[in-house]
């Protein structure tokens, strides 16, 4: 009888907090009607950064996706470098390092988020999105980006491997593919400088940017191999 009343109290209790988590979800869903998103030139507020402690508990990855899809009135008030400083912050960059072929979450993302797909057909899109790119740069003792030029490893990455995909127009061409290779050589140096802190891993998205996007540097043909290994690239996305 006592171990009956044990399991009969262990399964209330975990009822209890199926109970509590449910309603946690509904406060995420919520999120985006409760939480003032700023004006036009502010980047957008993520769930996952008012609700950190509900947040880690979303194991569900469509969940994840859902949650953090922006309502199409949010996205319609804010200018382009809004929304590309939004993407520096998007809760799912971190997929990019659960995967073995890096891109393949790039397309999981761009598929699933309409950020996304509404910063890629802004017609200055590329030119935002270098600004944003010239500006940022990898702190690895941070876990979370908190600022838009300071981020962490794994948005950085991401960024880098979606400016590569060519799902934005224009990063390629006139001014633009001249501003871009600068920044690329100039990351690629400061990263190879710094062996001790940056792995090949912190090279192979501007190796993939440089190849896909045509922009005519020169890396390691180990870093070029490595790269080719971790990317699908025109398998994803064509030429």
């Known amino acids: 009888m006592k171990k009956i009343g044990l399991i009969l109290l262990s399964a209330l209790m975990l009822a209890g907090c199926m109970k509590d988590f449910g309603e946690d979800i509904t406060v995420i869903d919520n999120h985006w009607a409760e939480v003032a998103q700023g004006d036009e030139d502010e980047p957008i507020v993520f769930p996952s950064e008012v609700f950190p ?9 469509e969940t994840r996706f859902r949650i953090c899809n922006v309502p199409t009135g949010i996205l319609g008030m ?3 470098r809004a929304l590309g400083q939004s993407i520096l912050h ?4 971190y997929l990019i390092l659960t995967y073995n072929y890096y891109d393949v979450p790039v397309k999981m993302v761009y598929e ?18 270098i600004r944003i790119f010239d500006e940022t740069r ?4 941070i876990n979370n980006s908190t600022g838009y030029s300071d981020i962490t490893l794994q948005d950085e990455l991401f960024l880098e491997l979606f400016l590569g995909t060519g799902l934005v127009p224009g990063l390629d061409t006139g001014t633009n593919k001249g501003k871009l290779k600068a920044i690329v050589e100039r990351k690629k140096d ?24 045509g922009l005519g540097l020169k890396f390691d043909n180990d870093i070029v191999n490595t790269m080719h290994s971790f990317t699908m690239g025109d398998k994803l996305f064509g030429k």
């Open 138 to 141: 990898i702190d690895i003792s």
């Open 190 to 213: 400061e990263r190879l400088a710094n062996k001790e802190t940056f792995s090949d891993l912190a090279l192979i998205p501007l190796a993939y940017m440089n190849e896909r996007l």
């Open 53 to 61: 402690e509900t947040w880690v508990h979303v194991g569900d990855l």
């Open 112 to 129: 699933r988020s309409n950020l996304h797909r509404e910063l890629a057909v802004r017609p200055d899109a590329a030119e935002e999105l």
């Open 90 to 93: 998007y809760p799912m960059n």
């Open 78 to 80: 804010k200018k382009t």
